[in-house]
């Protein structure tokens, strides 16, 4: 790490908000990749019968287990049975329902208000909100990042190649960067959801094939600018190849446009999954939703809590993204950094 990074990256733990949030948001992430041992119908840790038995990591079928079919077992009906409490123990999470659990139980129809069963209520069909909104933080985290991964990779690649070649080559690709980026996103969703069907991975190629856009004119007038310094035209001098001179001269000092923008790709990814999953043409029911909750809090403005906990949610999570990306960009732009010395 040169000492121009290390100056900036002190530079980025100074700014509290900024690195306090990406504490923050990395320990949340990293709690969700666990969500099935903090949120799950079936125990973490299951003996019966003298064996021991791991659920949440494991298929058992039910005739292991004793049951009269061999699908999965019921957990909650054999750990609720008479002969379990003599012959077994089982470890529950700390909330026993998974977020496509309904909860039925009850006298009143769901929705059911936040309870200690239910720490933020039940949605309109009876699943845990909390469970819903830990598994939807998951995905969206998930599909955020490795947008994000994706734009941030074709941003540089073609960006790079413009700034770099110039002449007919850039022109030509900008005129089809133009056009490509007219395209109507929403219309490409729907037709290419109705084809191959709504899924994580659809959803993902599409967005990719839009969001790059936006961080290629960055890139390539970082190259354009670099390709043109005294040790560009030393190296070329030297017989030093295109592609050692694109990866290893260039684009190393052409990261701070990329270091800035990427936080708030991940911050477009979210938004655009949510509304995507608020509008019908995202994931699939029942997978957990943050914008499958807003419409139901929409349609049940009467039960408070299935909003305002996805809201609140939704919103911490883009300030604190928010945040992130103000303090990158504070810390590595040199505008920013220039002005401060």
Same mark, same amino acid.
């Given at each position: ?9 002190r ?6 908000? $900024?690195?306090?949030?990406?504490? =923050? ?19 973490? +840790? ?7 038995? &791991? ?6 079928? !039910? ?9 999965? $077992? ?13 012959? !077994? ?8 329902f #998974?977020?496509?659990?309904? #909860?039925?139980? !009850?006298m #009143? ?19 845990? +909100? ?10 969206c ?21 413009? @700034?770099?070649?110039? @002449?007919?080559?850039?022109?030509l ?5 133009? +056009?490509?980026? $007219? ?10 959801g ?26 390539? @007038?970082?190259?354009?600018?670099l ?15 295109? &592609? ?19 936080? &708030?790709? =991940? ?7 949510t509304? =995507? ?21 929409? %349609? ?7 909003? +305002? ?9 883009? =300030?604190?993204?928010?945040?992130? @990306? ?6 590595? %732009?040199?505008?920013?950094? %220039?002005?401060?010395?």
């Amino acid at each position: 790490m040169s000492d121009l990074t290390k100056d900036r990256w002190r530079k980025f733990k100074k700014i509290r908000r $900024a690195f306090y949030s990406l504490i =923050l948001l990395s320990v949340l992430f990293f709690i969700s990749l666990f969500s099935e041992l903090i949120a799950n119908s079936k125990p973490i +840790v299951l003996h019966y019968r003298g064996q021991t038995y &791991f659920p949440t990591m494991f298929f058992y079928s !039910g005739k292991e287990l004793g049951q009269p079919y061999g699908t999965e $077992a019921d957990y909650r009906g054999l750990t609720r049975s008479e002969g379990f409490t003599r012959a !077994g123990w089982a470890v529950y999470p700390p909330l026993a329902f #998974d977020p496509l659990e309904a #909860d039925l139980e !009850g006298m #009143d129809p769901p929705p059911h208000p936040p309870s200690a069963q239910h720490w933020l209520g039940t949605d309109s069909l009876g699943r845990d +909100v909390f469970a819903r909104l830990l598994y939807g933080f998951r995905i969206c985290m998930l599909f955020s990042l490795c947008l994000t991964v994706v734009s941030g990779f074709l941003g540089v690649l073609v960006g790079g190649i413009q @700034g770099y070649l110039g @002449g007919r080559t850039d022109i030509l690709m900008q005129r089809l960067i133009e +056009v490509w980026s $007219a395209l109507p996103f929403l219309y490409v969703v729907i037709l290419l959801g109705s084809i191959y069907g709504q899924n994580f991975w659809m959803l993902l190629i599409v967005m990719s094939l839009f969001s790059w856009v936006g961080l290629s004119y960055y890139m390539r @007038g970082e190259f354009f600018k670099l390709r043109g310094q005294t040790y560009i035209r030393a190296a070329r001098a030297s017989g030093l190849g295109s &592609f050692r001179i694109f990866f290893g001269q260039i684009l190393p000092n052409a990261l701070t446009p990329l270091i800035t923008i990427l936080p &708030f790709t =991940l911050i477009a990814g979210i938004s655009s999954l949510t509304a =995507l999953d608020f509008l019908g043409f995202g994931l699939p029911p029942p997978t957990p939703s943050w914008g499958e909750l807003l419409q139901q809090g929409l %349609d049940n403005l009467d039960f408070p809590w299935i909003a +305002v906990s996805t809201v609140a949610a939704l919103f911490l999570t883009l =300030l604190m993204a928010t945040f992130i @990306g103000e303090g990158a960009r504070e810390a590595f %732009d040199p505008k920013f950094h %220039d002005k401060d010395s």
